[in-house]
């Protein structure tokens, strides 16, 4: 009798002592990278490449660089549902632009009171200092929608002119500037001081083209190889600190500057009629339909552009043809959260269903959901960084997440989950001859269903760390494989790279 006891209780003994095993297993497996490691007060160390290169700091993005809050800024006007309301909610947007702003910047909030507002056309701001806020992001709240039969946005946010030269051209005398850096010296710092806008430019030269084979992209109808004067990157920097020679910038350094490839130079720049303090937020934006694969409607929720240090807020977009936010080349300092892009309605094709689009510098997504598109978090052609993807969600995906094409510089991808794949590739002639996709992209902490990470044939890295899903040769075989780590392994510490970095910073 004894040893039957014995027998029917080592059940209801050993579940126990299993889960408790598992658990602390669990709770142990903790790794970091080769490439970045925490301390115990929070402060981080970079492994650099034999060339000195690490990967970059990205927290320097967003509202303010994430330095504020986004702020809430007191209602001015307020609009009620009517048939009227598209003219009042354009004439108040007029009225607001007409008054001067206080001494943060701000003309006011235009409040849309809970209910359905009919918009046959754009709404535009044209002017900083204004916010258009609802009652809610739900059908229940403020719903605008767009019903004209026209590829617009519903609501359209731009400064105006563009970004001009300030003064020469200086130099970069150092033969090889790593990613990373946030310093280098120039031949001359006369006339500069801090606080100036440069320009940070690398030039695009015929080496470069040829050692990236980007002027041997299979050729099909249309394909455009790779042109050395179309490849003159200018990221847009501020110096923070001058020695002698040796400037100091406010973000890091994001393609190596290599001599080889035609080093570097700066120059200051002006660009007046860009605007800044504009926000969106609590809103559910829609547009009218026909069918699954129409495309004679509303094109973006939103499309920001010539703006800075702006946001995007708990907003959702349903049905429109190509994304909820998308942000132009030359906006910058944006940020996007909390926000959903559902249900596009267009050909599942090129040009279509770019859920949160980016091809601007220094902008931050984070907290994003997407249904049914195709580049649910993507940058375009050159787009240039720090940029930064953030705890982001994308379901029933018809496409890849990723850089799309002709290198983009410098993002971040950080706790994507998808049910599709991220990619960072040689996309070849894809488009129009779309080649090397990116470079200076680092995923972090990702679910994919399989990605592709592939390093360019010269002329920097892309990374793939603590990735959870399937590795694949993408579109075409034989290309440098990217820097993988972890794939498949739980654990990674810091969980966020851009929570742990932007951290670091604040608390120095």
Avoid at 172 to 186: A, K, W
Avoid at 247 to 253: E, L, T
Avoid at 445 to 470: D, F, L
Wanted: proline letters at 4%.
């Amino acid at each position: 009798m004894l040893a039957l006891l014995k027998r029917k209780h080592l059940p209801l003994i050993a579940v126990p002592l299993l889960s408790v095993m598992a658990f602390t297993v669990t709770r142990s497996i903790q790794w970091e990278s080769r490439f970045v490691q925490a301390g115990k007060n929070g402060s981080l160390t970079y492994t650099p490449d034999e060339k000195g290169n690490i990967i970059p700091d990205f927290s320097r993005v967003g509202y303010y660089q994430g330095d504020k809050a986004i702020p809430t800024i007191p209602v001015a006007i307020t609009i009620t549902p009517s048939a009227e309301a598209a003219q009042q909610i354009q004439a108040a947007i007029d009225a607001l632009s007409a008054k001067a702003p206080d001494k943060n910047g701000f003309r006011g909030t235009i409040l849309l009171k809970k209910g359905t507002y009919q918009l046959p056309a754009t709404l535009e701001i044209k002017t900083g200092g204004i916010v258009l806020r609802g009652e809610g992001d739900t059908e229940n709240g403020t719903k605008l929608v767009a019903t004209a039969n026209t590829q617009k946005p519903l609501i359209a946010i731009t400064g105006s002119g563009n970004l001009q030269p300030a003064g020469d051209r200086i130099k970069i005398t150092d033969p090889y500037v790593p990613v990373g850096s946030f310093s280098f010296h120039i031949s001359d710092a006369k006339g500069l001081q801090v606080g100036d806008a440069i320009i940070l430019n690398r030039p695009g030269t015929e080496k470069w083209i040829q050692d990236t084979k980007m002027d041997q992209i299979e050729e099909r109808g249309g394909t455009k190889q790779w042109k050395a004067g179309e490849y003159n990157l200018e990221f847009e920097r501020v110096i923070t600190k001058i020695e002698g020679n040796k400037i100091f910038i406010d973000n890091p350094v994001m393609l190596a500057l290599d001599a080889q490839y035609g080093g570097g130079e700066i120059y200051k720049y002006t660009f007046t009629g860009r605007i800044r303090e504009v926000g969106v937020e609590n809103l559910y934006l829609e547009s009218v339909y026909s069918s699954d694969t129409a495309e004679n409607h509303a094109w973006d929720a939103i499309a920001i552009n010539k703006a800075e240090h702006g946001w995007v807020r708990n907003v959702t977009s349903r049905y429109f043809g190509y994304s909820c936010v998308n942000l132009g080349g030359n906006a910058r300092y944006i940020t996007v959260k909390d926000s959903k892009c559902l249900d596009a309605k267009s050909k599942i094709t090129g040009g279509r269903r770019y859920s949160f689009a980016n091809n601007g510098q220094c902008n931050l997504f984070m907290n994003c959901h997407t249904t049914e598109g195709r580049h649910d978090y993507v940058t375009g052609s050159k787009t240039l960084g720090p940029n930064v993807f953030y705890n982001c969600m994308a379901k029933n995906t018809h496409a890849d997440i990723g850089p799309h094409h002709r290198w983009a510089v410098g993002t971040l991808y950080d706790n994507i989950i998808t049910d599709g794949e991220i990619n960072v590739q040689d996309r070849g002639n894809w488009g129009s001859g779309h080649g090397w996709a990116g470079v200076t992209q680092v995923l972090w902490n990702c679910t994919v269903k399989r990605a592709a990470v592939q390093s360019p044939w010269a002329s920097g890295k892309n990374y793939n760390i603590g990735m959870k899903g399937e590795k694949f040769d993408g579109r075409l075989k034989g290309r440098p494989d990217g820097e993988w780590e972890g794939q498949n392994k739980d654990g990674l510490q810091p969980t966020s790279l851009y929570m742990a970095q932007l951290k670091a910073r604040q608390q120095k």
